[in-house]
């Protein structure tokens, strides 16, 4: 059980990817090439991402599916270990 399988590499790599770029990737691009949130005359700071949070939120989304669905068939398809048979 120590060694990935290839449902492992998918839902490691490809799920983790989709929610580290969703939080980090993208946060440093609104960092760097983002708008600079400039505020009112009212006081109320005008917000204008550069990637829709919408996009940005459905990305971490489909990252934390890939997981949850990888979770359940870890649970469906695999069989607990019966551990030791032997009496001492």
């Excluded at 400039?38 to 204008?48: A, F, L, R």
């Excluded at 939120?57 to 890939?66: A, D, E, K, N």
């Amino acid at each position: 059980m120590s060694e990935f399988t290839t449902a492992d590499k998918i839902a490691a790599y490809l799920g983790g990817g989709l929610v580290v770029f969703g939080v980090v990737g993208i946060g440093v691009l609104e960092i760097v090439w983002g708008s600079p949130h400039p505020v009112s005359s009212e006081g109320q700071i005008e917000h204008g991402a550069l990637i829709p949070l919408e996009i940005r939120s459905y990305i971490i989304i489909v990252g934390l599916v890939i997981w949850a669905g990888y979770a359940v068939y870890k649970v469906v398809a695999t069989s607990p270990d019966p551990g030791p048979t032997g009496t001492a």
